[in-house]
């Protein structure tokens, strides 16, 4: 497999935030680059060196940097859109610019050439019993029963490619009532709240602390024909900002969120406020190391669980919210 090297740009300051939204989207190969440790190195007494390279020597002044490695293909595009959204949410977050510039840079293929040499790779996904998620310039095969979901790569994350993507279109088309009210937290391109109307929901509401991806989610679900009385797109934290949460209400019949375990822990216990008795859950984006954690968390919060499903190393779960 070819590889993709992306360094992202930021300060010392930032190195945890910034690894941390790496293994959260499941990029796991990175290498760092800090003066400071450097520094570290050149005041340690306890060793005397007699020589020391010049390109090690350019490290002292050199800009803090996280090299991470993408497959080259359409999952790694995935990633891709994935980094810049949370390299946006970092932005947002570090209003003392302690992290950084928080920028990026593709080091062995430009950008635009990469978009037109993955669509080799991207084609018609069936997810499900019912869904098929494609890009605008493929074609279903004539006779195709399933319900076409169209999204195209590069716009936010989330294509199908990635197995919590997967997971949770799996579970939602399980455990979505008919007519349902579902409510998408994280939903980056909206392919889960896209793909739960296509599944017989009767309206989404979809939120995200992105601006990018809200704009986007709201553009997909029109070109996948929701009307936007069926379609809310909504920009914001809910864990902050209690307007936001009155303006989305609640009794929705389900809630989805594929985000990173940090972030399902920490809205464990807001879940259940947009959910009716009886309501579904379905979360993912965790990582198996991760799984007891986040699980117990939220049924610290009340919620039964129904389902657990895994896919390579990662986990969605289903729960019921009992009243």
């Not at 680059?33 to 002044?61: H, T």
């Not at 019912?130 to 605008?136: E, F, N, Q, R």
């Amino acid at each position: 497999m070819n590889w993709v090297e992306i360094d992202i740009f930021t300060a010392t300051e930032g190195i945890e935030a910034v690894t941390g939204s790496l293994l959260g989207l499941g990029v796991n190969g990175f290498v760092i680059k800090d003066a400071a440790d450097f520094e570290e190195f050149l005041s340690d007494k306890s060793v005397n060196w007699d020589y020391i390279d010049d390109d090690l020597m350019g490290l002292k002044n050199c800009e803090t940097t996280v090299t991470a490695y993408l497959p080259e293909n359409a999952q790694g595009v995935d990633y891709l859109e994935g980094i810049k959204a949370e390299l946006r949410a970092l932005k947002e977050r570090d209003t003392e610019g302690a992290f950084g510039r928080l920028e990026y840079e593709l080091k062995n293929v430009r950008e635009e050439d990469w978009a037109n040499n993955w669509k080799q790779y991207f084609k018609p996904l069936k997810i499900g019993e019912k869904l098929l998620i494609k890009p605008s310039w493929e074609k279903a095969d004539d006779g195709e029963t399933r319900k076409v979901l169209e999204i195209d790569p590069a716009s936010s994350f989330g294509t199908g490619q990635h197995n919590t993507t997967q997971l949770c279109l799996e579970l939602v088309e399980k455990y979505l009532p008919d007519n349902g009210r579902v409510l998408d937290l994280g939903c980056g391109s909206g392919i889960l709240s896209i793909g739960a109307v296509l599944l017989g929901a009767s309206e989404c509401t979809a939120v995200d602390i992105d601006e990018n991806s809200v704009k986007i989610a709201a553009e997909n679900a029109e070109k996948n024909g929701i009307p936007q009385d069926r379609y809310t797109a909504l920009c914001g934290n809910v864990t902050e900002d209690r307007a936001l949460c009155e303006r989305i209400g609640g009794d929705f019949d389900m809630v989805c969120a594929n985000i990173v375990a940090d972030v399902l822990i920490s809205m464990s216990g807001i879940f259940g406020s947009f959910l009716r008795p009886g309501g579904r859950l379905v979360i993912s984006g965790i990582i198996d190391m991760r799984k007891d954690e986040v699980l117990d968390a939220v049924k610290a919060e009340g919620f039964v669980l129904d389902e657990i499903r895994s896919k390579e190393d990662w986990v969605a779960a289903a729960f019921r919210k009992e009243n």
